[in-house]
């Protein structure tokens, strides 16, 4: 089995590594910081709107189970990709729709995909798609952090229907 790797931003990485822990055929996902110039930043750093790096997750996948092209799906569904540099009520660049392509071919997908997207928002798509640099994991207790805490995600939903309609769960859940 031939893993891949892929990195999205949609806003408080919290809610996006959950919603990623949901789909069939991700291996792991882990939260951090990627997109910008400061080597090894903290939560705080980031927080302060001076390091370039959005929150992203980290996605490793089996492309035999899922595609990219079916985690792109995924990405566009659980957010609202229209808002510049904010989600809900989290506002930052640290917050930004982004998208950080592997490959030339997930760069590729992803253009695509984002074009495709356009159609379901009465505004244009913000979401960034630029080449992968560097990924930096974000600190421990931000990893997990739904099932760390017990709190209920508060602004990610979990497209079921996205899945069902990707092939990814059964009409009946999984």
């Known amino acids: 089995m031939a893993l891949e790797t892929a990195t999205f931003g949609a806003g408080c990485f919290w809610g996006v590594e959950w919603v990623f822990r949901q789909v069939p055929g991700v291996v792991d996902v882990v939260s951090g910081y990627s997109g910008g110039f400061v080597e090894n930043p903290t939560y705080r750093e980031v927080c302060t709107d001076t390091t370039g790096h959005a929150e992203v997750v980290q996605i490793t996948f089996d492309p035999e189970q899922v595609t990219y092209e079916q985690l792109l799906e995924v990405f566009w569904a659980m957010h609202d990709p229209t808002q510049a540099n904010r ?73 079921v229907g996205v899945l069902r309609d990707l092939g990814l769960v059964s009409a009946h859940g999984a």
């Open 87 to 159: 989600q809900g009520p989290d506002v930052g660049t640290q917050y930004r729709s982004i998208i950080l392509a592997h490959t030339e071919e997930q760069t590729a997908a992803a253009e695509a995909s984002r074009d495709r997207a356009q159609s379901r928002f009465d505004r244009p798509i913000a979401t960034e798609v630029k080449p992968f640099v560097a990924f930096y994991p974000a600190e421990d207790y931000h990893q997990q952090y739904y099932e760390k805490t017990g709190h209920e995600p508060y602004c990610h939903v979990l497209p």
